[in-house]
């Protein structure tokens, strides 16, 4: 899932504050289970600048809504009405619905009200961690199932550092060591030869490195006759 | 001989070789390197010149080394991922080789947390390992990580470090391994304050039969206080500083001396173990010592060659 947190309330409300009519904008996936921009954090959201605006005076609308999937155009257009209405519209969602809106409606404006922050788990109740930075080309196969690329702080391929501490990671003590956990992980299996290899440079060009990416799939695009049908029904 | 520096003279005579470590400064005057250059020429077979340590900003390694050359004192560069990718990287050692620089120590580097640059990109195209593996093809085949093949590959002599105080302590052999593997000539290891573990480490390392592969030069840090000797042993990851080193340190009547007859002895105890081919001696902030500490260790006079 995609972990993201709300930006800090007073950084919200200077953002907001010139717009007449806010629409406030969650979504129900990712950002719901991490507790940053579902339903409750967004009626959250407009209590607290409603009650900033009573106490400096100003006056604002705000229109407080949640769609399913913010990054999905379908689930949009569901409150397409209110975005038209709006003067701005501040998403709770991550970046890619709040930039999901910003596109399909060009001419408003869209701020986000998330800090996205990364690709990664619930660990337990109210603890989230990265595990993937996307990089395009899978390699957890050769090291027990535990990311290096994003668990390490230096993406090493042949870890661990001088730096690894009782097992955890120099940068951040509270963190483990990834490589320490890949260690451990492939003598509990008895793999280790897995990683007594030099692992050789990686390629970096299928993650962001190589330009922003685009995958497409042929067999699954619509041809323009199916497009036109689709049109027709909306 | 892979790239005819002084160090590797020395190591492949089968001599008993010393490095030590001129810090740059932390400004644009060449002035405190030429100083410690004419101070320490002698002292030691080759100074590695620290690229950024602990990520903080200073005079490059390489234009360090190209400074203390001019006072015919031998450089090894330190190259660290953090800061360059590939194709900086790359070009670096090509430009290195063409100033003369025959001695390169290959590191991962230091994460950016801990240094004066705390809001930096880091890159880490590459580690340690991938790094000296680089390096090795392209000194030796000429070949680039893209595989271009170059005319007049660079000439140099490769180094690593390794902790063998870091944890999974049963990897670090391996890690050596890999790194031997990588192409690494000769490994400097991070400062010994507990020998027993070392030795550990060295007979893992014997067992392996690296020692007949790669030159190891146990690392040494003399220290002034029993502060800084606290200090390493709780905030320095990947440091161990047994209790008894600090209590000879805080019982000593004068620390400073006390901490440079501690690090004589460990040179002396490491002359004897099997498999340690030289001393890597860092005296941080405190290059001055280092002729003492040569001297009183029996280091003197240095190998010589026509």
Known sequence: MIVAKRKPMGDIAKMVAPYKKVAVIGCRSCVAICLAGGEKEVKMTVSALKVRNRKEGREQQFEALVVERQCEKEWVKEVEDKVKDADLVLSMACSLGAQTIADMYPEKIVFPGLDTGFFGVPEEQGVWSEKCVGCGNCIIHLTGGICPVARCAKSMLNGPCGGSSNGHCEVNLEIECAWYAIHERLRLQKRLDLIEAVMPPKDWSTGHAGGRRTYVREDARLTQHQKKGKEGAQ | ?306
């Open chain 2, 1 to 306: 001989m892979k790239a005819g520096s002084n160090l590797e003279k020395v190591l492949d005579s089968g001599q008993f070789a010393v490095t030590a470590e001129i810090g740059p400064p932390q400004s644009a005057n060449p002035a405190p390197l030429t100083h410690h250059a004419k101070m320490l020429r002698g002292y030691a077979d080759a100074f590695n010149l620290t690229d950024n340590q602990t990520a903080v900003v200073r005079l490059s390694s390489i234009a360090s080394a190209a400074i203390i050359m001019r006072e015919d004192v031998e450089p090894v560069i330190q190259m660290t991922c953090r800061d360059r990718n590939r194709i900086a990287l790359q070009s670096d050692l090509l430009g290195a080789s063409a100033l003369g620089i025959r001695n390169v120590l290959c590191l991962t580097g230091d994460h950016q947390i801990f240094g004066n640059e705390k809001g930096a990109k880091n890159v880490f195209d590459f580690d340690s390992v991938t790094e000296l593996s680089v390096f090795n093809t392209l000194r030796t085949e000429g070949k680039q990580v893209g595989g271009e093949v170059l005319k007049d590959p660079p000439k140099v002599y490769l180094g690593c470090a390794e902790n063998p105080f870091a944890t999974p302590y049963e990897w670090r052999g391996a890690r050596l391994a890999k790194k031997v593997a990588a192409g690494a000539d000769f490994v400097q290891t991070q400062a010994i304050f507990d020998m027993d573990m070392f030795e550990k480490w060295m007979d893992d390392v014997r067992g392996r039969g690296l020692d007949k592969k790669v030159h190891i030069l146990a690392g040494v840090l003399p220290m002034k206080t029993a502060g800084a000797a606290r200090y390493m042993k709780n905030k320095v990851p990947g440091m161990i500083v047994p209790d008894h080193v600090i209590d000879r340190m805080k019982n000593a009547k004068d620390s400073k001396e006390e901490g440079i007859k501690l690090c004589i002895e460990q040179i002396e105890h490491l002359k004897t173990i099997k498999g340690v081919h030289g001393v890597h001696i860092m005296a941080v902030m405190w290059e001055d010592m280092v002729p003492r500490i040569a001297k009183e260790a029996g280091l003197l006079p240095r190998p010589t060659f026509e």
